[in-house]
């Protein structure tokens, strides 16, 4: 584990603004406190009991976050930006650059994202590759040129949700394609999130939380 943490952290510039191994730690802290307050990892032995948390019922969307989903997600948080040079998308679309032209100017930074994170994964956990696929959804999710995209699905599962009453009555084929869509957006989430400091009993409006 020190090994892969060690690689990963390699691969971030620490040049870079933003986008190096600082934010890693930023993304993956938001990710875990999702995990905790969805239920999806148990909460460790000296948490506050009296901490707000959100209920995994079978109605709730939170419900088919497997554990394996959200070790995923923790995996994801530590991999999603490496190797990031400190531009965006459209500068490299732009300029031609040769990592643009490789991926036809779509989420080409995601996309080589992804490519160097399997690397790093291949030689230091290999097993992690078994989720390769939403590996690959996570990081993609994170392109901001598909914010919007992301808010239709969002707005869509939601208006299911209401109709329908939960995933307990999904099929087996549609409620992986939305538990695959929740953990994406999980991730983006997190990936755009600043640091913040509240206290529970000052975070008083709702933050969407009730729908996962």
Not at 62 to 67: A, C, G, K, Y
Not at 136 to 165: C, P, Q, R, S, V
Not at 177 to 199: F, G, P, Q, T, Y
Request: with cysteine.
């Amino acid at each position: 584990m020190v090994d892969f943490l060690l690689a990963c952290r390699g691969t971030y510039n620490n040049e870079v603004p933003y986008h190096n191994f600082r934010h890693v730690v930023d993304v993956l802290q938001a990710v875990f406190f999702f995990m905790l307050q969805l239920g999806a990892l148990p909460h460790y032995r000296h948490h506050r009991m009296d901490a707000p948390t959100v209920a995994s019922t079978e109605k709730s969307l939170s419900h088919i976050i497997t554990p394996l989903d959200a070790l995923t997600l923790l995996i994801v948080a530590i991999g999603h930006d490496v190797g990031h040079p400190g531009v965006n998308n459209a500068f490299l679309v732009t300029l031609k650059a040769p990592l643009a032209q490789l991926y036809n100017d779509r989420s080409v930074l995601e996309s080589f994202h992804c490519a160097a994170f399997s690397q790093v994964l291949r030689k230091h956990w290999p097993k992690a590759l078994d989720q390769r696929k939403m590996i690959i959804d996570m990081i993609l999710a994170t392109d901001m040129g598909l914010h919007f995209d992301f808010m239709g699905k969002l707005e869509k599962l939601k208006k299911k949700y209401d109709k329908e009453g939960g995933p307990g009555v999904w099929e087996e084929k549609a409620a992986n394609d939305h538990r695959i869509l929740l953990c994406a957006l999980i991730i983006k989430c997190a990936d755009i999130s600043n640091v913040v400091s509240l206290e529970p009993s000052t975070h008083k409006k709702s933050t969407g939380a009730d729908v996962f």
